[in-house]
């Protein structure tokens, strides 16, 4: 692995740390949805990121693009129930 997968993979992994901390710790129902959200493009920067260190499988990108788009849905409903509107 060269050194610049290693540091994203470590990178990656802080980032997802201190977002968990903030899903646990938010004071809003809002705060906790945001760090949700960021956990998605967290993850989907982790399957991108393993499709390359796995060799360029196309699999990997593919996974990616559904479970963020799913993510972005699922957050944007949960948004709207939590603020009250149709």
Do not use: E, Q
């Given at each position: 692995?060269t ?17 968990v ?5 938010g ?17 989907t920067?982790?399957l ?19 479970y ?19």
């Amino acid at each position: 692995m060269t050194p610049i997968i290693i540091v994203s993979l470590v990178l990656i992994g802080l980032s997802a740390l201190l977002t968990v901390i903030r899903l646990l710790a938010g004071p809003t129902p809002f705060d906790r949805l945001m760090a949700s959200d960021t956990l998605t493009v967290i993850a989907t920067a982790f399957l991108v990121l393993f499709s390359v260190i796995s060799g360029g499988t196309d699999l990997y990108i593919d996974v990616a693009i559904v479970y963020a788009v799913i993510g972005f849905i699922g957050v944007v409903t949960i948004a709207r129930f939590l603020k009250g509107g149709k």
